[in-house]
């Protein structure tokens, strides 16, 4: 039901714009949340939207580089990578959660998962 494009490798400072696509039962989706992992840490988030009210939020480590949106025409959400560095180098995932309300962008709320696409930030 989710299923992440748009990966790929890129030189530091260039840009990257990952998709989201949304199938099948996603009425009872809250938002989704695009969350990030390197071999040997563990899976952090990056960022989140709220289908609520499309509140956004972006952590500080990504925060002015990074833009999440979506078209809900499409059932597409984006996540818009500008400025990269070698640390955003990662399998990203996409992520959505129906338990609530409200919409819990943390990985111990998310109930469904992508499969995730690399994103190889190397000069």
């Known amino acids: 039901q989710l299923a992440e494009s748009g990966g790929g490798l890129v030189q530091p400072g260039e840009s990257l714009r990952l998709s989201c696509a949304v199938s099948g039962f996603t009425s009872g989706f809250l938002g989704i949340g695009w969350f990030r992992q390197v071999p040997g840490k563990e899976r952090e988030r990056v960022s989140c939207?709220?289908?609520?009210?499309?509140?956004?939020y972006h952590e500080d480590s990504v925060k002015g580089r990074f833009t999440i949106s979506r078209d809900n025409a499409k059932n597409t959400v984006f996540l818009q990578m500008e400025s990269l560095k070698p640390e955003d180098s990662a399998v990203y995932y996409c992520?959505?959660?129906?338990?609530?309300?409200?919409?819990?962008?943390?990985?111990?709320?998310?109930?469904?998962w992508g499969r995730g696409t690399q994103v190889t930030v190397s000069s």
């Open positions: 939207i709220s289908f609520y009210d499309d509140s956004t």
């Open positions: 992520a959505a959660s129906t338990w609530g309300p409200p919409f819990v962008c943390k990985s111990s709320m998310i109930n469904y």
